[in-house]
């Protein structure tokens, strides 16, 4: 597609930045206003999008969330029948990921339309590139359960995977989080990223047992993201593929 190429009806999933509105593509702003219809986890919060980059609204704007995603998805496909191209954002990085999208996607390939994803913002990989810790490879957990025993048994779950580990958490929840993730994955090298590209984004690197202790009582506001580094690997240990892996 080049830019002055007229957009085809499909599902369009469209990054939204995840706090500082400029990290926005040129592509994603072409394609917001160029759909025919949008649907948004909250209308209120895209509008802001359109309003700091002086976008013109599609004609059509509804709510796509986890509250009414059954509905919302009906009336996407619904669209698509009728020959209109749809965008869908969520409130901010990717739809799909850890926010309302995915069923909404998985819908409409199913029924045979086109799902064109646009590349753009994630927490996910900000925080490993901020984070300063080896990513080989790197496990998503998304938001944790609740209950702290299943909260073991994912951690338990990944204690030997040869991966970082990366995962969305409650600011409210987080000397408790780590204290679990200490107890089950041992005292490894992770980073607390707080409020990603905001104004106030606060990054906090250390041991786990550091970083335990440093929160244990601290109140944080705003959206966190943990990273937690690989397993140590004895000295001169190699991957299968013969690449050598350490710690640093």
Not at 56 to 75: K, L, T, Y
Not at 105 to 118: D, I, K, Q, S
Request: glycine share 8%; net charge negative.
């Amino acid at each position: 597609m080049t830019d002055n190429e007229e957009i085809s009806p499909a599902l369009y999933l469209i990054p939204t930045p995840i706090g500082n509105l400029e990290d926005i593509s040129l592509r994603a702003m072409r394609i917001l206003q160029s759909v025919d219809a949008l649907a948004c986890e909250d209308t209120r919060h895209t509008r802001k999008i359109f309003e700091r980059h002086s976008l013109a609204s599609p004609p059509i704007i509804f709510a796509c969330h986890a509250h009414n995603e059954d509905r919302a998805v009906g009336r996407i496909l619904s669209l698509l029948r009728e020959g209109k191209s749809v965008g869908l954002t969520s409130d901010a990085g990717a739809p799909g990921i850890s926010d309302p999208g995915q069923r909404a996607a998985a819908a409409v390939v199913e029924a045979g339309y086109e799902v064109v994803a646009l590349p753009g913002p994630s927490a996910v990989i900000t925080a490993l590139t901020v984070s300063g810790l080896p990513t080989p490879a790197f496990s998503f957990l998304g938001f944790l359960p609740r209950r702290p025993g299943r909260q073991r048994k994912l951690f338990a779950s990944f204690a030997e995977a040869p991966t970082s580990i990366v995962f969305f958490e409650s600011p409210f929840r987080v000397g408790k989080i780590l204290k679990i993730a200490h107890e089950i994955l041992g005292n490894r090298p992770a980073a607390v990223c707080i409020e990603l590209t905001k104004k106030f984004e606060n990054i906090h690197r250390g041991q786990l047992v550091d970083l335990v202790e440093q929160f244990s009582e601290k109140k944080i506001k705003g959206e966190v993201t943990i990273v937690i580094a690989p397993p140590a690997r004895d000295e001169g240990e190699d991957d299968e593929d013969g690449s050598p892996f350490a710690m640093p």
